[in-house]
């Protein structure tokens, strides 16, 4: 059993940063991968990006490429997404979910945390 936890979302002006956090527990061994997923009104859900824990590899959506970063600390079991440049259509829930690599498959992640809001507006 893996819970996961998000923090961090809220309402940010365009051009404003946000930096989420996903924090993780419960037997994680079997999970190498914690990807960012989000969801805007009347749409669907997308994936963000993806960090593996062990090698450090990042994967980023072409829509947030050169204005998010994604990066953990293996210590605390925390992933962590830094939003810079923040537009209007980032406006969504975003997820955090575990799998064993990192996919834009959503079938495949086990575990989901419970989102939280970003809002870019003015």
């Known amino acids: 059993q893996v819970q996961l936890v998000e923090s961090g979302g809220g309402s940010v002006q365009p051009g404003g940063s946000l930096r989420l956090s996903c924090a993780a527990s419960?037997?994680?061994?079997?999970?190498?991968?914690i990807g960012w997923f989000r969801q805007a009104p009347g749409k669907e859900r997308e994936g963000v990006s993806c960090?593996?824990?062990?090698?450090?590899?990042?994967y980023y959506a072409d829509s947030v490429k050169g204005r998010f970063t994604i990066s953990r600390d293996n210590a605390k079991n925390t992933v962590y997404l830094q939003m810079n440049s923040l537009k209007p259509e980032d406006t969504a829930v975003y997820y955090c979910?575990?799998?064993?690599?990192?996919?834009?498959?959503?079938?495949?992640?086990?575990?989901w945390g419970q989102g939280t809001q970003v809002t870019v507006s003015s």
């Open positions: 979910a575990t799998d064993v690599v990192c996919t834009w498959e959503e079938d495949l992640y086990d575990y």
């Open positions: 419960g037997f994680t061994l079997d999970y190498d991968a």
């Open positions: 960090i593996s824990s062990s090698n450090g590899s990042t």
